[in-house]
């Protein structure tokens, strides 16, 4: 192990850990809300902090808008052995939006309350950014260099799917990524207590695929008092209410499969890989069981509703949407039961598409990730498991780029984490970023 990568110092770590508060404070009192209809304020004020932050020490990163108020930084640190292929490590600026009567704290002040940092964007995904940003100037004031070539990226608009951000960079600043195979980002390395010995780190290995869908229906219209055979309407909202109570069936990928499996051993339940009934293992898992239950099936949800403009007149057309996610491998017979549970007087169409996207566990770079979070955590055990959302990983994949969620975080057993992603009260305990920038500096120095 190279001087890089050995312990380099309390007084080291320490500073780069107090760096990140610091800057992950500053970064919540940015709002970079993004409600997905360009009316935000922009990640324009939080990316020229980012770049402003790295100039200071001496780094020179690119700052690109992809549209008014919409920016990206990206920087790329010289490794020791540029030969071996460069490593993405990116996060978003952007957040979505928080309504401050249902926090207990202004959602954009950056409070320090109860052993954590409280604000929108907290855990999803300002902590992870603010990390980055610590460990980037750390090095550049240290000397330390990474063994292969680091990709740090902050973009834009990954709450609202991502065209102002990776996708943009992907489709016109691609040579910012040249010689990088793997990336990692959000929604992976945070812990599950199994006991006060043992941890599982669960390490996003896996994406659903995205299907959103406009769903129409057209009818006669006419005048509310009379009878009407053909309602737009009542065909719509009886498509609607079959795929909401659809029963989607349990379906293990090798993903599910395989965290399924671990899980078990450590928490010492039994399961069956052949008949696959997950029960005993979920409820091991607490508050997180919903988190994991969704990535076990596909899912399609009605989310939106449209139709009419007046009470005493029956419509002629009649709109819903659904947010579809297929699992891995699995999108054709997604559409087939979709299509068929929609019935054929629906009209379907494409609001956005998203691939399904999957990434070997055996890698060198799981491995290391391993021994980082080891060296931190002794009782330390990764597993793969498979998001039921997406991430910037996707865009990437269109590089040629493979992608996993890890952001590590040592958690207080009693936090109910998964229900933190766009909910109220987001936060991040300091402890957890202590941990995170730990693990982060040996992964990325040493790798």
Partial sequence: MGQDTADRGIAVREAATEDTVALLTDLLRIDTSNPGDGGGPGEREAAEYVAGKLDEAGLAPAYLESAPRRGNVVLRIPGREPALPALLVHGHLDV????????????????????????RGAIDMKDMDAMMLALARSWART?????????????????????????????????????????????????????????????????KGLHWLRLTVEGQAGH?????????????????????????????????????TEAADAFGVPFDADSGDPAQVLECL?????????????????????????????????????????LPGLEDEFERTLKELAGPRVRMETIERDVAVS????????????????????????????????????????????????????????LDFSALFHGVDERVPLSALEFGVNVLDRLLLGY
């Fill in 96 to 119: 979505v939006p928080a309504d401050p009567s249902e926090w207990s704290v202004p959602p954009f002040a950056g409070e320090h309350r109860d052993g954590a940092v409280w604000g």
């Fill in 143 to 207: 000397g330390s260099r990474p063994r292969r070539d680091l990709v740090f990226a902050w973009m834009a608009d990954e709450e609202a799917g991502s065209a102002l951000g990776s996708r943009h960079l992907v489709r016109h600043h691609r040579e910012l990524f040249d010689g990088c195979a793997e990336a990692i980002s959000e929604v992976g390395g945070f812990s599950v207590e199994v006991s006060a010995e043992r941890r599982l780190y669960l390490v996003e290995t896996a994406q």
């Fill in 224 to 260: 509310g008092s009379m009878l009407h055979t053909d309602s737009a309407v009542a065909e719509l909202a009886a498509a609607v209410a079959r795929i909401a109570a659809h029963r989607w069936p349990l379906v293990l990928t090798p993903t599910t499969r395989a965290f399924l």
């Fill in 286 to 326: 607490g508050p997180l069981a919903r988190f994991i239950g969704a990535s076990l099936h596909h899912t399609a949800n009605p989310t939106r509703l449209t139709a009419g403009y007046k009470t005493n007149v029956v419509p002629g057309t009649a709109t819903a949407e659904v947010d579809g996610r297929f």
């Fill in 359 to 414: 990434a070997p566990f055996t890698a060198p770079l799981v491995s290391a990730m391993s021994r980082a979070l080891r060296a931190e955590d002794e009782g330390a055990r990764t597993v793969p498991y498979c998001l039921s959302a997406g991430t910037d990983n996707k865009a990437f994949a269109a590089l040629g780029i493979t992608g996993y969620g890890f952001v590590p975080r040592r958690l207080p057993p009693d």
